[in-house]
């Protein structure tokens, strides 16, 4: 079992930043790839960002890509999520998930998820 809890959500103009994080407890962190989704009101939840498990490789959806940055710390079990430039669209709650086998873009492949952060941009 991976317990995770996500926070850094809150109310932010649009252009400004937040910096989500998520802490994992339980099982060995650094035998997880990592990443965050988020899901708007009445849409499914989308792929943001994923980490490998050494860190040395990151992905990104188009949206976000070039205003967001992921990041793991293995030795304090967490994955970060730093958000610049940010959009009224982007404006959702932002799940991080741990998946034990390789890097995913699907939902369904994650094994674990936190409760969620809400993020909401005002125009």
């Known amino acids: 079992q991976v317990q995770l809890v996500e926070t850094g959500g809150g109310l932010v103009q649009a252009g400004g930043s937040l910096r989500l994080s998520c802490a994992a407890s339980?099982?060995?962190?650094?035998?997880?790839?990592m990443g965050w989704f988020r899901q708007a009101p009445g849409k499914e939840r989308e792929f943001v960002a994923a980490?490998?498990?050494?860190?040395?490789?990151?992905f990104y959806a188009d949206s976000v890509k070039g205003r967001f940055t992921i990041s793991r710390d293995n030795a304090k079990s967490t994955v970060s999520l730093q958000m610049n430039s940010l959009k009224p669209e982007d404006t959702a709650v932002y799940y991080c998930?741990?998946?034990?086998?390789?890097?995913?873009?699907?939902?369904?492949?994650?094994?674990?998820w936190g409760q969620g952060t809400q993020v909401t941009v005002s125009s």
């Open positions: 339980g099982r060995t962190f650094s035998r997880y790839t």
């Open positions: 980490i490998t498990r050494s860190g040395g490789t990151t």
């Open positions: 998930g741990a998946d034990s086998g390789v890097v995913s873009i699907t939902p369904d492949r994650y094994d674990y």
